[in-house]
């Protein structure tokens, strides 16, 4: 037999059991192979990536930052010390809300004391 049906063709093993040798069988298994080295391809690249990606979150997860565009991080740096200036006067206000809050605290205790 030297056609098959298109149903046969699908599958690669009844193709070969009808078309052993001819010109269609050897078409088809060049294409499963192909697509077989594609598919490793795929995935080695996609270990690569994956591993690359996975070493890039350790050291984020330590603390060390890498950024691949270097104008990223000297963005990063530049709006840090912008920002600072803001936190310190944060941290002088929240101090100061605090000493407020201790020195009312101490005036409702020595009202109390003195009743």
Known sequence: ?????????KNLSTSLIFDFGSREATKITSRKSM??????KCLFYTLIVLSLYSIWVWYWIAGIEIYPIPAYSRRVQHR????????KAW????????????SYDDMEQEIAQEE
């Open 1 to 9: 037999m030297t056609t098959t049906s298109r149903k046969n063709r």
């Open 35 to 40: 697509k077989f080295k594609l598919t490793g």
């Open 80 to 87: 840090n010390e912008i920002l600072e200036p803001q936190r």
């Open 91 to 102: 941290a002088l206000a929240r101090e100061k809300v605090a000493k407020s809050r201790k």
